[in-house]
């Protein structure tokens, strides 16, 4: 549930882009970072290795403005798509209002998009976030790329019941 600062007069609404290494969960970022409003945006901060995969998390806030009183903020977040970063998962998933999951499209990503879903919805049960009471979207990524898997096996894999929104995406062209 989003964070209601009554002495700040701020409305803190907290998403997680969460999916598998590589995914493209941090170019994610670095689009909306370019788009944005430099005055509404701030700086986004990434915690990455030598290789440029992120090693903690980013993170991107960014300023909507105004409804009545209260000032608007989005909190971007991504987590690392490593597993053995899982208790960074857990930790970037707690207080989320919203997750954005990326799968990656490419026919070889199959498996690790099922097991990182699965590996989603285990963190939030274990920060007392019901799976199916938090809103979730589907971004279906790398839909440019060769050898991809059809939008019909991917929701079959991810989001067989329909009950999430699902886009098609290159993160690179926003």
């Known amino acids: 549930m989003a964070l209601f600062n009554y002495s700040t007069k701020e409305i803190v609404i907290k998403i997680v882009y969460y999916g598998p290494g590589l995914s493209g969960k941090t170019t994610n970022l670095q689009y909306l970072h370019s788009m944005l409003n430099p005055q509404t945006r701030g700086k986004l901060l990434s915690l990455s290795t030598e290789a440029d995969r992120t090693l903690f998390f980013d993170f991107l806030p960014v300023d909507l403005g105004k409804l009545n009183?209260?000032?608007i903020r989005f909190q971007l977040y991504?987590?690392?798509?490593q597993v053995r970063y899982n208790a960074t998962r857990k930790l970037v998933l707690r207080g989320a209002d919203a997750v954005v999951f990326v799968a990656d499209s490419q026919r070889?990503?199959?498996e690790q998009n099922i097991e990182s879903l699965k590996n989603m919805?285990?963190?939030l049960l274990s920060n007392n976030i019901?799976?199916?009471e938090i809103p979730v979207i589907f971004?279906?990524?790398k839909r440019?790329?060769?050898n991809i898997l059809?939008?019909?096996e991917l929701n079959k894999d991810l989001n067989d019941d329909r009950r999430y929104e699902f886009v098609e995406s290159v993160a690179i062209d926003g």
């Open 69 to 71: 009183d209260f000032s």
């Open 144 to 146: 440019d790329l060769p």
């Open 108 to 110: 070889e990503m199959r």
């Open 121 to 123: 919805r285990e963190n």
């Open 150 to 152: 059809s939008v019909d």
């Open 139 to 141: 971004q279906y990524n």
């Open 130 to 132: 019901k799976p199916e």
């Open 78 to 81: 991504t987590v690392p798509g």
